[in-house]
């Protein structure tokens, strides 16, 4: 019988430890990689290095239904980044290190190197570049190397299907699958902040919910000893199909109920371990109604989805799932799962239970991958082709012609705003070389003793080459703090092909939104215009 004592204890050293320690070692790990990230410029302090992991054992060690993993990549990504400050580096190439770090530590945990690497990709880097992907590959293939004379090598919870043939019908029935997996993932994480809202109504300082927490948890362990802790011999009955239906009920009930409460009071504990549990729980639960395939067969796919839909991360679920298991030859089941899972907490929850915290804190996060559209388009794609110009003799009273001219606008762009009058003009030489621009404000309102264009011009402008993208000039107008510059020849920097302001910017963002949303249907226009001219030449 467990202690229902145990993990109230836990829970007060853990809030002790926050409070006296470091408040950074509460919750589940990741948010506070994401956090450092983002916030603090991949700067963790030393001290949750040393807390966390501790804090972490505590926790487990007292009953709580954690794993290691999201501590552990707490912890790595400290060492990551405690390394990183003491070198004289830029804050992306920290964070390249701290997440280095942080995937490194899951892949020794799990023996998961690819799965590692995508939950990096997935959910702390918000990049793919060879500057961040080449040191995060590096040190996970490092980890997994130096895992396999510490703690062995080979999946976890190995699975032989043997031959796997896998019918139509049960491949449709993961859909279903998926989509139950989808709305548990919706559960537990409503659950989670639930409890996390109801935490903070307590007139009760925060140092003391874990302890609060704790007694739920050990009132749980009262009901299903077996939902406390990490609970990897549990896992490993479900997954090779040997669990009895109460333990399947007790788990998934108990499980997801202890879990969500406590770590909603602010413990220290990782939420993949318990979402493995939960997810084969409810995939083996659904094995009993879905047509056999093989033993495990569904408590695998139960785990894929659960985790794609509650850490949105599709892929991380299929792979970490195979990795796991070495169930390979269910590739194709896993990932129609996962992906169900995914769309359908997609659908009905704004953010995950890894991201929903640092909303909350008024921070805006976005995991989703997207081509940069300035990244796509030149500046000779979007320029003004003909502006006005003016020679460096000129007189400096310009004419209203000047002053009022109107460049014009592409054709074929999006909306329907009117031409822009131009606010800066490109200064020419006798032989029409670019040597300086000058703005329509200096030109209405010249220093004193100022008598041609030359005395007022700034003969050191911003140029942009015609074949630089808009995210490079975008980059370069934040740094020179313009809004506009002349364009000029890839070939002959002195030869003046345009002009690009931030509008141009914007209107890259507009042609993408315009690719985005348009909708229209090309093939049957052709189809009714290749009908007509048949009809004419038919005389019709």
Known sequence: MADPLAPVTGGLLIGLMARYGSERIRGHGIPEAIEAILIRRSRVEPRVAVLKPISAAVSIGSGGPFGAEGPI?????????????????????????????AAAGMAATFDSPLASVLLAIELLLFEW??????????????????RTPLLGQGPIFPVDLGYLHVPALASTLCVVAGVAGGLLAVVVTSLVYFSEDTFAKLPVHWMWWPAIGGLVVGVGGLIEPRALGVGYEVLGDLLSGRATLELIIGILIVKCLIWGISLGSGTSGGVLAPIFIIGASLGALEGLVFPAVKPGFWAIVGLAAVVGGVMRSPLTGVVFALELTHAWPMLLPLAIASTAAYG????????????????????????????????VLRADEVMYAQPATLGADDPLVAPLSILTTEVPRR????????????????????????????????????????????????????????????????????????????????????????????????DGHLRDFSEEHHRERPLAIRRRRAGMQLRSRRGE
């Open 344 to 375: 359908t907490s997609a659908l009905l929850l704004r953010r995950s239970v890894l991201t929903e915290r640092i909303a909350r804190r008024g921070y805006h996060l976005s995991c989703e991958y997207d081509v940069d559209p300035l990244e």
């Open 129 to 146: 570049r060879p500057r961040s992907l080449l040191p995060v590959v590096t040190a996970v293939s490092t980890a997994t190397l130096l």
């Open 411 to 506: 054709e074929g762009r999006p909306g329907e705003r009117s031409d822009p009058l131009q606010r800066l003009f490109p200064v020419l030489d006798q032989d029409g070389a670019v040597i300086g621009v000058v703005t329509w404000r200096r030109l209405q309102n010249p220093p004193e003793g100022a008598r041609t264009v030359k005395d007022v011009m700034n003969s050191e402008p911003l140029v942009v080459g015609a074949g630089e993208t808009l995210r490079t000039i975008a980059a370069r107008f934040a740094q020179a703090e313009v809004g506009a510059a002349p364009v000029v020849d890839w070939d002959d920097p002195t030869r003046l092909v345009g002009l690009i302001t931030v509008e141009q910017l914007l």
């Open 73 to 101: 990549i707490m912890t790595g990504g400290a060492i990551g980044s405690i390394l990183a400050q003491h070198m004289h580096l830029s804050a992306d190439e920290r964070k390249a290190l701290m997440v280095s770090g």
